[in-house]
């Protein structure tokens, strides 16, 4: 396995993982729970973002307090299903810019077709965080962090929820400066493309479409 891989093992993540693997998990609530693991996860992430210091006072005196420093950050959701993990990591990063890319997997082929591509400008100057729940194949991200390199991106992150062992295997070989964080590695795919024993389609259990 590839040493650029950080699953993100806190109790929490893997309690909320679990509710969200239960078929039985309301499109709501898997929303949600989404929305708050994608939250955990971008604390990982973001975990080696520089600092520098600043001048502050305090109530009671004068301060070198530390600050974020340097490269802005831009996320970038794989849609569809990269949408739910947008909202939680923009509560904790307000700022970020947010670009777009749409890709679908070709059922027999299961290559990736792109039909959208948004991203806001400088990609090169900025710190890039692609986001998409399930990294499966890798058909589809490897796409996009193509995309996203031909538009100039070169310091990106990958954060999804579930990976499969072929998938991080493929990324891997295709993009071995991209740093990739999961909160958890399943067992294989199935052949179909769907990750075991994983949680479904993504996008379907979040927006209730089958
Ligand atoms: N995409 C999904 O939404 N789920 C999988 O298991 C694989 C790809």
Known sequence: MSGNVTVVGHPLVLHKLTLMRDK????????????????LLAYE??????????????????????????????????LRAGNGLLDGMLDLVPSARVGHIGLYRDPQTLAAVEYYLKLPE????????????????GNSVSAALNRLKQAGAKDISFMCLLASPEGIEALAQAHPDVKV??????????????????????????????
């Open 181 to 210: 964080f999961t909160a958890a590695i399943d067992e294989r795919l199935d052949e179909h493309g769907y990750i075991v024993p994983g949680l479904g389609d993504a996008g379907d259990r979040m927006f209730g479409t089958k």
């Open 24 to 39: 039985h998990c309301p499109s709501a609530v898997f929303r949600q729970l989404l929305r708050e693991i994608s939250l």
């Open 122 to 137: 400088g990609v090169d100057e900025r710190r890039i965080i692609a986001v998409d729940p399930m990294l499966a194949t």
């Open 45 to 78: 992430v973001l975990r080696g973002l520089p600092m520098t210091t600043q001048t502050i006072e305090t109530p009671l005196t004068e301060m070198e307090a530390p600050i974020l420093k340097g490269k802005k950050l831009c996320l970038v959701s794989i």
